[in-house]
């Protein structure tokens, strides 16, 4: 992808070595009449090994485990982090969805909406797998891992335009809501071919309190970033659309405690406030990302 964005992370992440890093070889070409880049087809040379003397894992494990280790991976561009869906955990509905469009036989838009909201789903499935198989974490924290990456997947759909005036909130309320149920949810799209993980009402709440307080926050500063609109989302708001996140939560089943809504929307605008903005401390958002 691009200029071999992922081959190296995910050949380090496996456990390879990297001999001679990605290089641009002679061989790229402009193709301006390709059918889906439409724009250069490039050519690379990467030089990598197995270290000598290391044991291979078993395939599974070393799979995930790459799988979780290259999506923890710091990316120059936050919003290209992997994330892409495993085959194996592919939703029944998309594949009937994919049968049914190549005979012509959809045509609603509400069923296409429906079935571009699994596909995100499927990413945050792909997602809590790695971090329960590859990982060993516990079913509350891959809960929260694929929440916030089914809100990337979300959110990066939205990422080619400014959003109208008045509208700049509509992509932090949406990836917070979809961060919200993927969270508070024991069942995803994709989890039909995995093993049931249960976890219990409380935990599904914070699981959605974490990762709604870093999506919004992370959309509300991307939104200011990208479209140089300081102020189009304040803190207040912020702190609303996280507190609406929440309760969203709450009608999927997560025990949501008394307060909980108000106190995550507060933190969150309190976030906003601090690190949105000229010449504000964004070197520390991981940092207040903790805090939150």
């Known amino acids: 992808l691009g200029d071999a964005l992922y081959d190296e992370n995910v050949l380090r992440s496996l456990g390879f070595d990297i001999i001679a890093p990605p290089m641009r070889n002679s ?3 402009f193709v301006a009449e390709h059918p889906t880049s439409g724009w250069c087809q490039w050519a690379y040379t990467m030089v990598f090994q197995w270290p000598a003397g290391k044991e291979v894992p078993i395939l599974n494990e070393w799979t995930w485990g790459g799988y979780y280790r290259a999506r923890r991976a710091k990316m120059e561009l936050p919003r290209f982090r992997f994330r892409p869906p495993a085959p194996e955990l592919k939703p029944e509905a998309l594949l009937n969805f994919q049968r049914r469009l190549s005979q012509g036989e959809v045509q609603d838009e509400s069923e296409q909406e429906a079935v571009e909201i699994i596909g995100m789903e499927w990413v945050g499935a792909t997602t809590r797998a790695a971090w329960l198989s590859g990982g060993g974490k516990a ?14 997947e979300f959110a990066d759909r939205t990422r080619s335009r400014p959003l109208p005036h008045g509208q700049e909130h509509v992509v932090a309320a949406g990836a917070s809501e979809l961060a919200a149920k993927v969270a508070a949810s024991d069942t995803l799209a994709g989890d039909n071919v995995l093993a049931s993980i249960s976890s219990s009402r409380e935990q599904r709440a914070a699981a959605a309190a974490v990762a709604i307080a870093v999506v919004v926050v992370f959309e509300a500063l991307a939104q200011e970033a990208l479209w140089a609109r300081r102020g189009s989302l304040t ?6 659309l996280a507190a609406a996140a929440l309760q969203c939560a709450e009608r999927e089943g997560a025990a ?5 809504a108000s106190a995550v929307g507060q933190r969150c605008a309190d976030a906003v406030s601090f690190l949105a903005g000229p010449n504000r401390p964004l070197g520390r958002l991981t940092e207040e990302f903790l805090k939150l």
Do not use: T
Request: glycine residues 8%.
């Open 235 to 240: 803190p207040e708001l912020v702190g609303h």
């Open 139 to 152: 079913p509350v924290v891959a809960a929260a891992a694929a929440a916030v990456a089914s809100a990337e």
């Open 256 to 260: 949501v405690p008394p307060g909980a």
């Open 27 to 29: 061989a790229a070409a």
